[in-house]
């Protein structure tokens, strides 16, 4: 009568403990006994992506093989696949099982490898190319190989008086002048990649940032009980937001709510998602119950994270941040917001309060939005002159404003 065996499933097994299946490029090996396994893995343990790394080596006296799980040399089915293997020991009949991972063996010749790795670092793309038609290349291929480097001499000598030219500009206008339209012009760029969809040649105002582009209706659809209680709130406890240090443009509008049920219920939805915003941009490390304590719904915390941070590593961990450009984004995000609930015009004095920015940084997101500034005139009253709050409004077709009109000069410093 045959033995029987029992199956013993290993539990709490770490990293380490995973038993090593390979599998050799070049063929079987007849003496898989007499070869020397050496195993190798990362020193970087706090990079997540980095610390399972692992490179298995096995020497004879012949040849040796690398593998490796990680790369292009490693098999996709590791991460596709899980793998156990069974170890069965005799004594006790009881078989182990082991989680397993799967190297690809390559044979290493010495030399081979260091001369075609420093060939690579040496040699471009297109050199490679180049020597391929020239050594085995027809004749048509090496005649336009010829031109080719005939058109590259000639470009060379343009670059040449591309940098003569340029260095008499620089000569003559001078470099801290130049290095300065550089900065305010790669700023000006770096803001235009952070402003919301926008259709220029919309002919109504409200189709230039369209609301779903800021709020999907979906998302919208789950800002209705957030919405509602934020519609609730009575003038006193609105009186305490403020003095709480609230956000003004919030308290603003909801203070000033539509009557109309379906107004009011979209003003109120739209105030709370611009809260979220706003209490965003005054954030630097973002963790995941962001929002939690106002109600705010998981599509909008995942919406925030994802859209207006970015994903850096600390101490082994990945975190939301939220960066300058960000910043940056969240306020163009806020403003078009602004503008479809307040009738395509926005108070700006009140918004870079509440984003903790300066004024002439709104300022500088509402021309390249294309907004129209509004002032208003000064109005003397029994105080003296009353505030002045500037505004933005959109009316189309869009303002393209001068970058360079309205630098101001830097004060002479004695």
Do not use: W
């Amino acid at each position: 009568m045959a033995a029987s065996c029992s199956l013993v499933c290993c539990k709490e097994e770490r990293e380490g403990d995973k038993a090593v299946m390979v599998r050799f490029a070049n063929g079987s090996i007849r003496n898989a006994d007499k070869l020397d396994f050496s195993m190798y893995k990362s020193v970087d343990e706090n990079n997540p992506r980095k610390r399972s790394r692992r490179i298995l080596v096995a020497e004879s006296e012949r040849l040796s093989y690398v593998g490796n799980n990680f790369g292009t040399g490693s098999l996709k089915c590791n991460n596709l696949c899980k793998y156990y293997v069974g170890v069965l020991n005799k004594q006790t009949m009881q078989m182990e099982v082991h989680n397993a991972q799967l190297f690809n063996m390559q044979p290493v010749i010495p030399g081979e490898t260091d001369t075609a790795e420093s060939q690579a670092a040496t040699l471009t793309y297109r050199e490679k190319v180049e020597s391929l038609i020239s050594t085995f290349g027809t004749n048509k291929q090496k005649k336009a190989l010829n031109s080719r480097r005939l058109n590259q001499v000639g470009s060379d000598t343009l670059h040449q008086a591309v940098a003569k030219a340029a260095s008499n500009v620089i000569d003559q206008k001078g470099l801290e002048a130049l290095q300065q339209e550089v900065a305010e012009t790669e700023s000006q760029g770096d803001l235009a990649l952070h402003l919301p969809p926008c259709d220029a040649n919309a002919e109504n105002p409200e189709d230039v940032y369209l609301l779903d582009d800021l709020l999907s209706p979906v998302e919208f659809e789950t800002l209705e009980m957030a919405g509602t209680k934020l519609a609730e709130l009575s003038s006193e406890e609105l009186q305490k937001m403020t003095e709480g240090g609230g956000s003004l443009c919030v308290v603003k509008h909801l203070e000033n709510m539509p009557t109309e049920d379906e107004a009011r219920d979209k003003m109120a939805r739209g105030a709370f998602y611009l809260s979220m915003l706003l209490k965003l941009a005054r954030q630097k490390n973002v963790t995941r119950k962001f929002g939690q304590e106002e109600g705010c719904p998981r599509i909008i915390q995942n919406k925030l994270l994802r859209t207006f941070t970015v994903e850096t590593f600390n101490n082994g961990r990945v975190m939301n941040v939220v960066s300058t450009s960000m910043r940056a984004k969240i306020a163009a995000y806020s403003l078009a917001l602004l503008l479809h609930m307040g009738h395509m015009t926005a108070d700006l004095t009140l918004l870079h309060r509440d984003l903790g920015i300066t004024e002439a940084r709104i300022i500088e997101v509402a021309k390249s939005m294309g907004l129209t500034l509004v002032r208003p005139a000064r109005g003397k009253t029994e105080a003296g002159l009353q505030g002045e709050h500037k505004q933005a409004s959109l009316v189309v077709p869009l303002i393209k404003y001068d970058q360079f009109m309205e630098r101001r000069k830097r004060k002479k410093m004695h």
